[in-house]
């Protein structure tokens, strides 16, 4: 009789068990944003990047240029222009990875400077120096046919 017991009350444990783990417990979850930077595994490419560019075509010195990448896909981009340290025009949208290469599309919707620049459509490609850290690549602003190259290092 105690070894019948026994033996329900084992397979009363095991099917407890059993039961206790749920599909949502046991998926695979696979991130393909991860960046290595001097061999180290940071997070991901997700964060902030600040850095300079340079307008195709101007003489101005390399002006202030940045990307806060989000984990949800999203982009903020947050320049200077003009040679203007009092100019500042922020734009979103969003950005993908494949291997090395990040893309990004984004709108200005804030702009102050000499020429608002709202609503201009840029895109951006750069590729990422996994040993040095950085985003190297190029921009080209869409609306006005301007274009230009940025290197960005990431801060946070």
Do not use: H
Request: some cysteine; glycine content about 10%.
């Amino acid at each position: 009789m105690g070894t019948v017991i026994l033996t329900v009350f084992a397979l009363a444990i095991t099917m407890i068990q059993m039961s206790s783990c749920t599909k949502a417990n046991s998926q695979t979850i696979t991130k393909t944003d991860t960046v290595y930077i001097n061999n180290c595994t940071t997070d991901s490419i997700t964060g902030l990047w600040v850095g300079t560019y340079t307008g195709d075509g101007y003489s101005n010195p390399p002006q202030f240029f940045s990307f806060a990448v989000e984990p949800n896909g999203n982009i903020i981009n947050v320049t200077q222009a003009n040679n203007d340290p009092n100019s500042q025009y922020f734009n979103i949208g969003t950005w993908q990875l494949s291997g090395d290469t990040l893309s990004a599309t984004y709108k200005n919707i804030y702009g102050v400077g000499a020429i608002s620049y709202v609503g201009d459509i840029q895109t951006s490609t750069a590729i990422l120096d996994k040993s040095a850290g950085t985003l190297t690549g190029t921009y080209t602003n869409i609306t006005i046919a301007g274009s230009g190259k940025f290197t960005l290092t990431k801060v946070n």
